[in-house]
């Protein structure tokens, strides 16, 4: 898996890295389509030519990192953040009117949706070592089995102090009982006789 990883991560992170060099040179028309956005969801942006760039810029940073196999689940739950909205600004192939160009349009949103997928995937890879849910897991599982197994233990101790306590006081009382009666009938023989 490991060859794997090392393949699939460039190949992956290849086309946000050239998304994100495109939009540093080209930043205009994607611009418009972020400010369109923007507006329709309530949140006016004051420069969307910023805010582009910016993208551009996540993209460039997480791309490089997931291709170096650099904190790849990191990058690739950015690159996935950064993908939404770049999707929908780039390719609402609902406001096409023209079916040649909402037809192609949908293909590219149907690829960025596969891309998306593919970034879950890369976020949730742990090399193949149980994820952390599952150690805390079996680790309180463990846990709870050792202090159950040393309770078990501990109570068996004490219910043999106490038999020995028992048996050691019961043997006491039973000698203490026979010294007694020993010393009282010494003593009644020592009386005189009527």
Excluded: C
Excluded at 29 to 43: D, K, M, Y
Excluded at 126 to 146: D, E, I, L, V
Aim: proline share 6%; charged share 20%; aromatic share 4%.
């Amino acid at each position: 898996m490991a060859v794997l990883r090392r393949i699939t991560r460039p190949l992956l992170a290849t086309p946000f890295v050239i998304e994100g060099v495109r939009a540093l040179r080209r930043p205009l028309p994607l611009a418009t389509g972020t400010g369109s956005l923007a507006r329709h969801l309530g949140a006016p942006v004051d420069d969307p030519l910023r805010v582009v760039r910016l993208n551009a810029a996540v993209q460039i940073g997480a791309g490089g990192l997931l291709a170096l196999g650099r904190l790849p689940r990191t990058a690739s739950l950015v690159l996935a953040a950064s993908l939404v909205p770049a999707t929908l600004a780039e390719h609402a192939w609902w406001k096409e009117e023209d079916p040649r160009l909402r037809k192609d349009q949908f293909l590219q949103f149907a690829q960025r949706i596969g891309l998306f997928g593919a970034l879950l995937l890369g976020a949730a890879d742990t090399h193949g070592k149980p994820s952390a849910a599952y150690r805390a897991r079996t680790a309180t599982t463990r846990g709870s089995r050792k202090a159950h197994r040393a309770a078990t233990r501990a109570a068996g101790h004490v219910h043999a102090a106490i038999d020995t306590v028992g048996s050691g006081a019961s043997a006491a009382a039973s000698g203490t009982g026979r010294a007694m009666h020993s010393a009282a009938g010494s003593a009644r023989a020592k009386l005189p006789h009527q």
